[in-house]
T-cell receptor, first 113, second 115 residues
Framework: NAGVTQTPKFQVLKTGQSMTLQCAQD?????MYWYRQDPGMGLRLIYY???????DKGEVPNGYNVSRLNKREFSLRLESAAPSQTSVYFC????????????FGPGTRLTVT | AQSVTQLGSHVSVSEGALVLLRCNYS??????LFWYVQYPNQGLQLLLK??????LVKGINGFEAEFKKSETSFHLTKPSAHMSDAAEYFC?????????????FGQGTILTVHP
């Protein structure tokens, strides 16, 4: 039982390049989330998927797109990377029943030059 | 809409001293409340959660938190700090009644433990 996995762990992009961050969970959770973490700002929600087949914008969606590929997988795409997107990105999932604690992946550290 | 305020971006204590990390929340409906810990270069790990079953909640690693509705607070405490407690701590709130448990996080408090 791996929990939430993310790939890659590290990535360096040049401005204007594109990339996709991958996330998968093996806990049969309905809901999945993408956050970015910047110093002194906590975690800010980029997009979330309440259930398979649905996605919604969070607090900071500009410059990102997401795909809920199936119940297990939720990807985050940067179409044209900008230096302001340099951050650590976390994927999380939650069961959607009872108390909705979220389980986090190890993160992807992205640098855009 | 809900929000969370963590008072103090940095807290420094001596090993063996009391740890107190402050969290105040704002929510128009009864909330679920959480504390997460993040060790360097790792993801977030759940420390404890408040679900309304009991106002004093015990978590992992000797931490506990008390829900005080009148003060809209959910402060995290540990009687005796250990060097391994050095990490960043996040308080978070979730709104009951939704089907997807969206969390709102505070800005985080970095805990430093001195020998």
């Amino acid at each position: 039982n791996a929990g939430v996995t993310q790939t890659p762990k590290f990535q360096v992009l040049k401005t204007g390049q594109s990339m996709t961050l991958q996330c998968a969970q093996d806990m049969n959770h309905n809901s999945m989330y993408w956050y970015r973490q910047d110093p002194g700002m906590g975690l800010r929600l980029i997009y979330y998927s309440a259930s398979e087949g649905t996605t919604d914008k969070g607090e900071v969606p500009n410059g990102y797109n997401v795909s809920r590929l199936n119940k297990r997988e939720f990807s985050l795409r940067l179409e044209s990377a900008a230096p302001s997107q340099t951050s650590v990105y976390f994927c999380a999932s939650s069961g959607g029943t009872g108390v909705y604690e979220q389980y986090f992946g190890p993160g992807t550290r992205l640098t855009v030059t | 809409a809900q929000s969370v305020t963590q008072l103090g971006s940095h807290v420094s204590v001596s090993e063996g001293a009391l740890v107190l990390l402050r969290c105040n929340y704002s929510s128009s409906v009864p909330p679920y409340l959480f504390w997460y810990v993040q060790y360097p270069n790792q993801g977030l790990q759940l420390l404890l959660k408040y679900t309304s079953a009991a106002t004093l909640v015990k978590g992992i690693n000797g931490f506990e938190a008390e829900f005080k509705k009148s003060e809209t607070s959910f402060h995290l405490t540990k009687p005796s700090a250990h060097m391994s407690d050095a990490a960043e701590y996040f308080c978070a709130v979730s709104v009951r009644g939704t089907s997807y448990g969206k969390l709102t996080f505070g800005q985080g408090t970095i805990l430093t433990v001195h020998p």
